[in-house]
């Protein structure tokens, strides 16, 4: 099976053009390349479109968030900030402490590492000497990773994480953060059920 990941409709449309099994929706909040579009709606477009396998990505690490992306129309979901810290994670042991210790606030989005909007970690960015603020606001490519002379490299050296990641709390093995998610799927599933059953949908829309 083949699954695009794309970060707006017109990568959508292509990759559904190429015969792609499903679509991946790179939403905002998303770790690594980074779309800006809200999850909900970008579901519900390439959904109206679409009839395959519908991924949304974006900012989600918990089992509320991914019963939040089926009740909007997807079929999976990619949780990638929250298994960075798994104890099973290659991720430096490092890089796996700045992603418990960190919050929103310590993310940046930016097109100048890579070529692409990226989401960084804002002290691994620091550590080497670049600045946030300088990085936010640069054009595309303003380093030249293809010269020896670069000290720090993008993903090996310079960290990144999704808006998911104030979620983080701890360096946990992969059981257990599946676990979690699995219990906090299930819990939010029930909620969403007791208000229809009590028909308080019914009377909002009243």
Same mark, same amino acid.
């Given at each position: 099976?083949?699954?695009?990941? /794309?970060?707006? #409709?017109?990568?959508?449309?292509?990759?559904?053009?190429? $015969?792609? @099994? $499903?679509?991946?929706?790179?939403?905002?909040?998303? !770790? !690594? @390349?980074?779309?800006? #579009?809200?999850?909900?709606?970008?579901?519900?477009?390439?959904?109206?479109?679409?009839?395959?396998?519908?991924?949304? &990505?974006?900012?989600?690490?918990? *089992?509320?968030?991914?019963?939040?992306?089926?009740?909007?129309?997807?079929?999976?979901? =990619?949780?990638?900030?929250?298994?960075?810290?798994?104890?099973?994670? %290659?991720?430096?042991?490092? =890089? +796996?402490?700045? /992603?418990?210790?960190?919050? %929103?606030?310590?993310?940046?989005?930016?097109?100048?590492?890579?070529?692409?909007?990226?989401?960084?970690? /804002?002290?691994?960015?620091?550590? @080497?000497?670049?600045?946030?603020?300088?990085?936010?606001?640069?054009?595309?490519?303003?380093?030249? =990773?293809?010269?020896?002379?670069?000290?720090?490299?993008?993903?090996?050296?310079?960290?990144? &994480? $999704?808006? *998911?990641?104030? %979620?983080?709390?701890?360096?946990?093995?992969? &059981?257990?953060?599946? &676990?979690? #998610?699995?219990?906090?799927?299930? +819990?939010?599933?029930?909620?969403?059920?007791?208000?229809?059953?009590?028909? =308080?949908?019914? @009377? #909002?829309? +009243?």
């Amino acid at each position: 099976m083949v699954l695009a990941d /794309v970060v707006n #409709l017109a990568l959508a449309d292509k990759a559904i053009a190429a $015969g792609a @099994h $499903g679509i991946v929706c790179v939403s905002a909040g998303a !770790g !690594g @390349h980074t779309g800006t #579009l809200s999850p909900f709606a970008f579901a519900a477009e390439v959904r109206s479109r679409f009839g395959g396998i519908v991924v949304l &990505a974006g900012g989600i690490a918990t *089992g509320a968030g991914v019963a939040a992306a089926i009740a909007a129309g997807a079929d999976l979901v =990619y949780v990638g900030t929250r298994f960075i810290a798994a104890t099973e994670s %290659l991720a430096p042991p490092a =890089y +796996k402490a700045m /992603v418990v210790d960190a919050g %929103l606030e310590d993310l940046c989005v930016s097109a100048a590492i890579t070529g692409t909007p990226a989401s960084w970690l /804002v002290p691994s960015l620091r550590a @080497h000497g670049l600045e946030p603020q300088a990085l936010a606001s640069a054009g595309a490519g303003m380093r030249n =990773y293809a010269s020896a002379a670069e000290a720090a490299r993008r993903w090996r050296d310079l960290w990144s &994480a $999704g808006q *998911g990641v104030g %979620l983080v709390r701890a360096v946990e093995p992969v &059981a257990a953060i599946v &676990a979690d #998610l699995e219990a906090g799927m299930r +819990k939010a599933a029930g909620r969403l059920g007791s208000w229809v059953d009590k028909n =308080y949908i019914v @009377h #909002l829309c +009243k």
